[in-house]
């Protein structure tokens, strides 16, 4: 692996683990609570995660080129929630502009088993063969739209082997409660869990967090069930401890509960 690679991918993953914040969400389902001003909900959150995943709307128009937090460009779209087809997305940034943006990393969905499981599989190939040239890592997201119940191991071992084989150097899944560690282990390169919809309470984020860590996944990209609770801080400093602490899920709730009541940690 050539230096620039290496170093983009050491940046994303200090220690080889990972906790990316995703507020890309508008670009498929528009204005998205929590996110009407993303550069106000990302500001507080920063110093617990190692980068932020967004369109290159929400980049240039909210945050501060300045920061120097690394930046995971959404690179895939054209879809919406009130079309037809939320697969059908294609690539929606070139080479020269993720360049120009100095993005970290590049992410983009495939939809394996959709009828745009081709072309957004071709996407990915595409977007590897323009990226791997300059260094860039390709971050797969095995999507599933709106059928969440495609959140089977099965299902997710096949997808994440194949956006691998295409040339993803991560991928993002989902967790899933039985056989994640063979969705994690059946994956030549590291497997980053997603959020998905809100869960019901805080430690239940902690617990599948916790569970897939230690069945091997190497991170999260978690946006809601952190900048959607009413203490997104105390989320943010909690996960983090999982994540890199390796801390129990008593402990990172330790942590949660005092942070939200403004006490040491
Ligand atoms: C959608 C995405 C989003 O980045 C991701 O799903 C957002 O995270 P969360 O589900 O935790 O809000 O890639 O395909």
């Not at 056989?179 to 019901?200: L, Q, T, W, Y």
């Not at 996944?217 to 801080?233: K, T, Y």
Request: net charge positive; glycine share 8%.
């Amino acid at each position: 692996m050539d230096w620039g690679m290496k170093n983009r991918l050491s940046r994303l993953m200090p220690n080889g683990k990972c906790f990316f914040m995703p507020i890309d969400h508008g670009y498929f389902q528009g204005p998205t609570r929590g996110l009407e001003k993303p550069g106000e909900t990302i500001k507080p959150l920063l110093p617990y995660v190692d980068a932020i995943f967004c369109t290159r709307g929400v980049l240039r128009s909210a945050i501060d080129p300045i920061s120097s937090k690394p930046i995971v460009l959404r690179v895939s779209g054209c879809t919406s929630m009130v079309g037809k087809d939320l697969a059908n997305e294609e690539l929606t940034t070139s080479i020269e502009e993720i360049i120009r943006l100095n993005a970290a990393a590049v992410g983009l969905s495939v939809f394996i088993g959709s009828d745009y499981e081709k072309e957004t599989l071709k996407n990915l190939a595409t977007l590897v063969n323009a990226c791997e040239g300059y260094g860039i890592p390709v971050m797969a997201i095995t999507a599933v739209g709106r059928e969440m119940d495609k959140r089977e191991a099965r299902y997710l071992a096949l997808s994440c082997r194949i956006a691998a084989e295409l040339g993803a150097k991560v991928v993002k899944t989902y967790w899933c409660e039985e056989h994640f560690d063979k969705v994690v282990n059946s994956c030549p390169v590291p497997v980053i869990m997603a959020g998905g919809p809100k869960c019901e309470t805080e430690l239940e984020v902690l617990e599948f967090v916790h569970d897939g860590i230690k069945k091997g996944a190497v991170g999260i990209n978690l946006g809601r069930n952190v900048w959607q609770s009413p203490h997104p801080v105390a989320m943010a400093k909690a996960l983090r401890a999982i994540v890199h602490d390796n801390l129990s899920v008593k402990q990172a709730h330790e942590i949660f509960k005092k942070t939200k009541e403004n006490k040491p940690t």
